[in-house]
């Protein structure tokens, strides 16, 4: 009996991360094979980069022991709060979501004593239970190495992305060298190379020292056919800014110049061209069962369909639809014939939710009854949390989600 639940709970918990991940067009791994330099650093500012030329970004600090993301943005000692089942990460703007276990600590001193199986358990809560919403990119911190947390978010997160940074010295390319066979092993594509800490501009004399070499990690990129996304130089104004919880993009130093061509090279890499501020503020359709104006909790059974268009974040059309006969499979596959990308509901089978998946629907569960108008409102704001309810309708009984 235990097993059986325990099978069921991860299946459960297997199709939020999938519906999760399905509204994310980009996951970038950002790992290093050796520790302190500087892939915290170049993981937070790619995100506020990327934030700051207007995409949906989220942050995801899976370096459960060490967790530095939450510092380096200034967000130390804020609680985390849930509602219902999901937690609300940190908004650092309207479109930079973070996450880290330093929000979720009593005290964020406290050291975290986990082996493999607690640390796989949290990062998949972090991308089961997190109320993300739709994002342009996911940018994941992992710790240094190829231990369980990169290894996790390789067989978790599918079609992710590595991006490793490294310092030019040899010490520090071996073990870039390690973490590219890596992903090679996981399947996982590389993004490209970033050496970090590359020369130092003396302040005084204007000269270049290169303190830990330059140019390693670009040698390292062309011997492994690997693209070279740019180089960040050693300045004391990102120890500066990091510990003030600033990012580059506070600096007026050379630096900052450097970090916007990295960005520019990621993007002009990524396979496919990210779109701008997917989801929650551009288009949507949203489909909701209706009975007498209100949601009706009879999905499979119900006689008509508000579907909402919403653009730029306001419902910019509402029609009302009548959905085929109920037969087995039918009305999913009508919605997503509609060209719904969202639908809203107060439960649904298994069976349903997995065809809505599969053609890339996303289904929010456990809406309580009320207007489409309201629920796509609050749906938008974020407040309507998916139960991951998979109660099925089909038969008519009462249950606890919404009762018809
Ligand atoms: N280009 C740089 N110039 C100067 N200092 C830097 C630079 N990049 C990072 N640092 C500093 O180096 C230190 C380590 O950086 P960071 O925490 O980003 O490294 P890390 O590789 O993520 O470390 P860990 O192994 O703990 O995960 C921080 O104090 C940071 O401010």
């Known amino acids: 009996m235990a097993c059986n639940s325990n ?12 519906s999760f991940l399905q509204n994310v067009d980009h996951k970038i791994l950002v790992m290093s094979g050796k520790g302190g330099v500087g892939k915290s650093t170049v993981a937070t500012n790619l995100a ?8 949906k970004v989220g942050l ?3 370096d459960v022991h060490g967790p530095s993301i939450a510092g380096l943005l200034g967000l130390t000692g804020l609680r985390l709060n849930t509602l219902g089942s999901q937690i609300q990460p940190y908004h650092y703007t309207d479109n930079l979501k973070v996450m880290s276990i330093q929000g979720l600590l009593d005290q964020p001193d406290d050291p975290l004593i986990w082996r493999g199986p607690v640390k796989i358990g949290i990062i998949r809560q972090f991308l089961a239970d997190v109320n993300w919403g739709p994002l342009d990119f996911l940018i994941i911190d992992s710790p240094p190495g190829t231990g369980d ?11 992710c992305q590595a ?12 073990d870039v060298r390690k973490s590219i066979q890596f992903c090679q092993k996981v399947n996982m594509p590389i993004l490209g190379i970033i050496e970090n800490m590359s020369g130092f501009v003396c302040p005084s004399c204007g000269d270049m020292h290169a303190i830990f070499k330059s140019g390693g990690g670009e040698k390292t990129a062309a011997k492994y056919q690997l693209p070279f996304l740019g180089q960040l130089p050693i300045d004391p104004n990102v120890v500066t800014a ?3 919880g600033q990012s580059i993009d506070s600096l007026s130093s050379h630096t900052k110049e450097k970090m916007q061509h990295i960005v520019e090279q990621l993007l002009q890499k990524l396979p496919n061209k990210p779109n701008k501020q997917k989801g929650v503020e551009n288009n ?9 104006g209100k949601l009706c909790t009879h999905f499979g059974h119900c006689e008509q369909f508000a579907i909402i268009t919403v653009a730029a974040g306001k419902i910019a059309k509402q029609e009302t639809l009548t959905p085929p006969p109920h037969a087995p499979g039918v009305i ?6 509609q060209g719904c990308t969202d639908i809203i509901v107060g439960g649904m089978g298994e069976a349903a939710q997995a065809i809505l998946m599969q053609r890339g629907v996303k289904v929010s569960c456990g809406a309580p009854s009320d207007t489409p108008e309201n629920l796509v409102a609050a749906y938008l704001r974020g407040e309507l949390v998916d139960s991951g309810n998979t109660c099925d309708h089909e038969h008519g009984h009462e249950h606890s989600c919404g009762g018809h």
């Open 7 to 18: 099978d069921q709970e991860q299946k459960a918990q297997d199709q939020k991360i999938n």
């Open 48 to 55: 506020v980069f990327l934030n700051n030329q207007g995409y």
């Open 284 to 292: 949507m359709k949203i489909a909701i069962p209706v009975v007498q």
């Open 242 to 244: 990091g510990d003030a």
């Open 332 to 337: 999913p596959n009508w919605v997503a014939d």
């Open 149 to 159: 947390e990169p290894l996790t978010v390789a067989q978790t997160v599918t079609d």
């Open 163 to 174: 991006v490793i940074v490294t310092t030019p010295q040899e010490i520090a390319l071996a």
């Open 60 to 62: 995801l600090d899976v």
